[in-house]
């Protein structure tokens, strides 16, 4: 089976190199002009051990240096309420597989792994949007879809 890992900040580019399929295949745009700006911030949080932010990934077999895949979430603090009474939840975003890997378990086994940071940091749920692709992945991970009345406002 795949070696999951913590993604380090020497793999920044890199995880942004996934992330930037993931940004092409959702919503169509392929401009990397950000990842410069990008990079210095993500590298710091990657050097952040007990930080909200976290990523794992999985080397490319054929590929050294290059990843094959990558999740990435944070904590995020919510006052507590019921069932969650200490309010902490955590997100995962950036689910990605190189093209040249996929259909080999990497994107589960590195979700495994990031539940299991969220259990550790006592995270009670986790949420997540997905593509209609990736749905069943979740979906025999445990998650439920939940109506949301989400707005957003970009600033």
């Given amino acids: 089976m795949s070696v999951v890992r913590r993604a380090l900040p020497e793999d920044a580019e890199e995880v942004l190199r996934l992330r ?36 794992f990934v999985v080397d490319h077999p054929e590929r050294p240096g ?44 590195c979700m495994t792994t990031l539940l299991e940071w969220f259990r550790e940091r006592g995270a009670r749920r986790v949420q997540l949007t997905a593509s209609p692709e990736a749905e069943p992945l979740y979906v025999s991970l445990g998650f439920r879809p939940k109506p949301d009345p989400l707005l957003e406002l970009t600033l």
């Fill in 20 to 55: 930037q399929i993931m940004i092409d295949s959702l919503f169509g745009d392929p401009s990397a002009a950000w990842h410069g700006e990008s990079l210095p911030t993500l590298r710091a949080k990657l050097a952040e051990p007990d930080g909200d932010f976290t990523a």
């Fill in 66 to 109: 290059a990843l094959a895949s990558l999740v990435a979430g944070t904590i995020d603090y919510r006052i507590g309420k019921s069932g969650d009474p200490r309010g902490m939840v955590g997100f995962v975003f950036s689910v990605a597989t190189d093209p040249s890997a996929r259909r080999r378990g990497y994107a589960r086994a």
